[in-house]
């Protein structure tokens, strides 16, 4: 949950940096590279908290949306191996993730972005 409210933060600041260059900048009848820019930075971090959202599902089913029912305490069991697959199934998709599908992205915007900016010149 941690991982989320820092996205979500860091989503706003960036918005917030977006908005305040743009402003700063001469208004034209085109699309700027610093806006296209942002709007890659801010739409790849709305897939990651779209990740993470999807991880949590994957781990508690998100447990908050069920009907609330009031229930005697009963001791906490260990992790049943279902559960414990689920885990493994969440921490394998963040990984394969964070490790290879969002690098890979980012190089690949970063060759086009450039390359355009390069030819522009």
Request: contains cysteine; proline residues 7%.
């Amino acid at each position: 949950q941690v991982r989320l409210q820092v996205s979500l933060t860091t989503l706003l600041v960036l918005y917030t940096l977006s908005v305040q260059v743009s402003s700063s900048l001469p208004p034209t009848a085109y699309v700027k590279m610093i806006d296209i820019w942002f709007f890659f930075c801010i739409s790849l971090l709305f897939c990651i908290i779209l990740l993470h959202v999807f991880i949590e599902y994957i781990d508690t089913g998100f447990p908050l949306l069920k009907p609330f029912k009031l229930s005697p305490v009963k001791p906490k069991s260990p992790m049943t191996l279902v559960e414990n697959d689920k885990a493994k199934k969440s921490e394998m998709v963040s990984i394969t993730v964070r490790i290879f599908i969002v690098p890979i992205i980012v190089v690949i915007f970063n060759i086009v972005f450039w390359s355009c900016i390069l030819l522009q010149n």
